[in-house]
């Protein structure tokens, strides 16, 4: 079984910075593209930004220059720096892994239970 499991999230002030850390666990062979995707209250759950194994990286228009995604293949983690924040970038932020289990085995999308960030003006 593969658990994903998100930390650091808080409440900070505009401007402010948090790091976000993500750690996959369980019966894991392969660990593919990782991202960290978000949702506001009423609102859908957003792409934020990936990163593949290889170390690609991509983000959303909103979040381009403030924030910055890594991860370290050898202990199955993924981390989100988040800098300048505003108050839009308030919401639940959600860890997402594409994980093959076994070897030979299919690839599975996986989420963690979401940690609240939020920002005040």
């Known amino acids: 079984q593969v658990q994903l499991v998100e930390s650091g999230g808080d409440l900070v002030q505009a401007g402010g910075s948090l790091r976000l850390s993500c750690a996959a666990s369980g019966n894991i062979f392969r660990v593919h593209a990782m991202a960290w995707y978000r949702q506001a209250p009423g609102n859908q759950r957003d792409l934020v930004a990936e990163?593949?194994?290889?170390?690609?990286?991509d983000y959303a228009d909103s979040v381009k220059d403030r924030f910055i995604i890594s991860r370290d293949n050898a202990k199955n983690m993924v981390y989100l720096q988040m800098n300048s924040l505003k108050p839009e970038d308030t919401a639940v932020y959600y860890c997402?892994?594409?994980?093959?289990?076994?070897?030979?085995?299919?690839?599975?999308?996986?989420w963690g239970q979401g940690t609240q960030v939020t920002v005040s003006s």
């Open positions: 990163i593949s194994s290889g170390g690609s990286t």
């Open positions: 997402n892994a594409i994980i093959v289990p076994r070897r030979f085995g299919s690839a599975y999308q996986y």
